[in-house]
């Protein structure tokens, strides 16, 4: 590259001139790239401001505190009613508390399922094989979008039966086609106490699992950690609650000649969105599973036997940390797939975050920008705190790898 | 002594094998067969009987529902009404709208042949075979997409089928289409300037990167046909069609960069700093050294996201857009086919079922091709 510059007068210092130097040249091609950015989004920035005075589009937040005026079907813990004219801002906090419960629940059930498929994957019962990749395919190659239609339209709403004839359990709670109604919890003095109960009860056993793992480790003795936990998580806030008399009572839904009064309801499009997601998860979390389990070499089963130890203490110990190792990245960024999915309820009607804010509350104000910038950056951020946890979790096993 | 004792009391010996006999019926054949695949241990054999019992309750009553007690022509959902089972009428009478949405019948020629020309052009970089991938690849992202612009959309003597009119399956496979032949190039340049020298360059495509990996494609979407808009010139009109494919496009050449990212690194460091020895300059060392060696080993993973890609263009219902599914939406609320939520939507997955196996399995193939010829 430099030997055409030999022999023209070279400056002083190397054998090259300037503009071949690797860091003048990055400084110039830095400084060209920002200069072409700053005036691309100064170009965009612009056009918006224009477009938006043409268009009479008041730009900001305060549509945020203006009254909503539309009917959510859930509405969860937020208090909103359009009769007390509830803004947009409420709105926002229905559609994300919406959006982290079916993600939650998604991701609960999602993984249960996952996890059983991915291991009957691996039986060596032929039929249950081929039955489980069956699934696992037909789940896979299906656009969920037609998955969340299907389900809400062509699987629950046809097949079960009309609010005037629901199927009924113990006539409390009753099943129908537009979603479950049940009794509703309504709370009394001292309820309080109830859940302090229960928030030390954990407390407890976080403790209790330090001191029971220091205590092996120091005395080789061990401790029934699990059945202590469970006990004490069911068992601190009960005794509360026996104490205090229950706080407790119940409002029962009771079925009219058209539709329920009272109680409480859980619309069917929970069901289809949920049914849908952890469908559509399960199928790639048994895919993470099995190649998980996969990664474990079979010397590992073979030298715990050999060690003495039995299959189910082997499985435990030995397999499933090693495994789990693999499975953990991958899946967490399934939970991530899974939560940005949850925006699909959009298709059915099911009342998350994309839909009652992005859809109605824009449609209504108007304000485009403000409005999806505001919904990506919910998603942003959930996404920021999962690839920091997965940086964190992938420093921490780097440590203890080998 | 000893020898005459031996002679006296030589015991028996053969002197011929024995015919082989069969091994036990338990361990060959069907049986033992079963015995191993079906009912080695307790639960095994529970979990086999479930198995069977639950075939036994699916399979013969979908079958006599899709195939045997099916209507399969007529015009209406009253031409059903003397049968039991499915009325894939319903998808026989409307099967020109569901692949090609409104596209005048007279000119649905026009998208055939661009999918023949398609496939065409396709052929030598899929099929290593068919010699000349390197200009297919080249003629794919240039010259192809203006071809396919002229057949479809019509003008110079053609009739004009202004985009509203496209829709069906075609319309998810245009999406797909453009949006994988432009991301695949975004998302090289993305991967690339992720792993540049220059850190204001590799910020900034990480940031992006991130942005778009981050956020629903529902959002982007809406993004795209809300926003997008007011980001262009007063007065400068945006086709709808045209404004989905900007953000199929960059939300999938985010994905495509960390596919091309992955190859990258699965490189040795030592091909790069050979090429810069040779003295090669750093494009020349990407065109020639990296990205042949850097793309032939994400292949698979590249048609995996195509996958993803064309199962997400359904998504565009959320924008008005009459694809495959919308056709199939609109037509479960048509007066004429009401009540036939099921045969419908049971096509639709078909279609998408058989498209995206299909590419699936040509991944896996390419996958094992790839994983003998590739070094160490």
């Given at each position: 590259m430099a030997v055409g510059v030999k022999d023209e007068g070279t400056p002083s210092?190397?054998?090259?001139?300037?503009?071949?130097d690797p860091k003048v040249r990055a400084i110039i091609f830095q400084v060209a790239f920002v200069v072409a950015l700053v005036a691309f989004i100064a170009f965009i920035v612009n056009n918006t401001v224009v477009n938006l005075e043409k268009r009479d589009i008041r730009a900001g937040f305060?549509?945020?505190?203006?009254?909503?005026g539309f009917e959510i079907p859930i509405t969860g813990v937020v208090d909103y009613s359009v009769d007390k004219g509830s803004t947009h801002g409420a709105v926002f906090l229905i559609g994300l508390q919406n959006t982290f419960l079916i993600s939650a629940m998604g991701i609960v059930l999602a993984t249960i399922l996952g996890f059983v498929l991915g291991v009957l994957r691996l039986s060596n019962n032929w039929i249950v094989t081929l039955l489980v990749g069956s699934y696992i395919e037909i789940v896979r190659n299906i656009p969920l979008p037609l998955q969340f239609i299907f389900w809400q339209t062509a699987v629950f709403i046809i097949f079960l039966p009309k609010v005037r004839d629901p199927i009924s359990i113990f006539d409390t709670i009753y099943i129908h086609n537009r979603g479950l109604t049940g009794p509703k919890p309504i709370g009394e003095a001292g309820l309080d106490f109830v859940f302090y109960a229960i928030f030390a009860a954990i407390g407890v056993v976080m403790w209790l699992r330090k001191w029971a793992r220091r205590r092996q480790d120091e005395t080789g003795k061990q401790f029934p950690v699990f059945w202590t936990s469970l006990g004490l998580l069911v068992g601190l806030p009960l005794l509360v609650a026996s104490i205090l008399g229950f706080p407790l009572s119940w409002e029962y839904a009771e079925l009219g000649r058209f539709r329920f009064t009272g109680g409480m309801g859980i619309p069917i499009e929970l069901f289809s969105a949920l049914t849908a997601l952890t469908i559509y998860t399960s199928a790639f979390i048994a895919e993470i599973v099995r190649a998980g389990i996969l990664s474990v070499s079979r010397g590992q089963t073979e030298a715990s036997h050999a060690l003495g130890i039995r299959h189910g203490p082997t499985l435990r110990l030995v397999i499933i940390p090693q495994a789990l190792r693999v499975i953990i990245p991958p899946l967490i960024s399934q939970y991530l797939n899974l939560t940005k999915n949850s925006s699909l309820g959009i298709l059915i009607g099911y009342s998350d975050l994309f839909n009652v804010f992005g859809g109605i509350s824009l449609n209504q104000t108007g304000q485009a920008i403000e409005i999806i910038f505001m919904s990506m950056s919910v998603y942003l951020c959930f996404s920021l705190l999962i690839s920091l946890y997965m940086n964190w979790y992938n420093r921490r096993i780097a440590l203890t790898d080998r | 002594m000893i020898e005459a004792m031996n002679t006296h009391n030589r015991p028996f010996v053969r002197t011929e094998h024995l015919p082989q006999s069969p091994p036990p019926v338990s361990t060959s054949g069907i049986i033992g067969w079963a015995r191993e695949n079906?009912?080695?241990s307790p639960l095994n054999a529970v979990l086999t009987i479930a198995s069977f019992y639950f075939l036994y309750l699916v399979i013969p009553p979908f079958v006599q529902w899709a195939f045997i007690d099916a209507a399969w022509w007529g015009s209406s959902n009253k031409d059903c009404a003397g049968y039991d089972g499915a009325c894939w009428a319903v998808v026989t009478a409307r099967f020109g709208q569901f692949v090609?949405?409104?596209?005048?019948e007279a000119e649905r020629w026009r998208p055939n042949l661009v999918l023949i020309l398609f496939a065409i052009n396709l052929l030598p970089i899929l099929w290593d075979?068919?010699?000349?991938r390197t200009i297919a690849a080249l003629f794919l992202v240039t010259g192809f997409p203006l071809v396919a612009l002229f057949f479809i959309h019509g003008g110079l003597g053609l009739e004009v089928v202004p985009t509203p009119k496209w829709g069906g399956f075609m319309l998810n496979l245009i999406m797909a289409a453009v949006a994988i032949i432009y991301s695949l190039p975004l998302g090289i340049l993305l991967a690339l300037g992720r792993r540049s020298e220059f850190p204001i360059i590799s910020r900034f495509c990480v940031l992006f990167i991130e942005f778009w990996r981050g956020v629903p494609l529902i959002t982007v979407l809406v993004m795209a046909s809300f926003i997008l808009p007011f980001f262009m010139?007063?007065?400068f009109n945006f086709n709808e069609l045209l404004r989905a494919l900007v953000g199929l496009t960059l939300f999938s050449s985010a994905y495509m960069a960390e596919v091309v990212r992955g190859g990258l690194q699965a490189l040795p460091k030592g091909q790069t700093e050979a090429a810069r020895a040779i003295g090669l300059t750093y494009w020349q060392s990407i065109r020639l050294i990296i990205m042949p060696q850097a793309l032939k080993i994400t292949i698979p993973a590249i048609v995996n996201t195509f996958i993803g890609l064309f199962k997400d263009t359904s998504l565009v219902i959320v924008i008005g857009l009459f694809d495959l599914l919308q056709v199939a939406k609109s037509s479960v609320t048509d007066t004429n086919w009401l009540g036939l939520e099921h045969e419908t939507y049971i096509f639709v997955a078909l279609v998408f079922f058989v498209a995206c196996f299909a590419m699936s399995l040509y991944s896996l193939y390419l996958e094992r091709k790839l994983d003998t010829d590739h070094r160490d």
């Open positions: 210092g190397g054998g090259a001139r300037w503009w071949y305060g549509f945020l505190s203006e009254p909503a | 079906l009912f080695s090609y949405g409104f596209y005048p075979r068919v010699p000349g010139p007063d007065g």
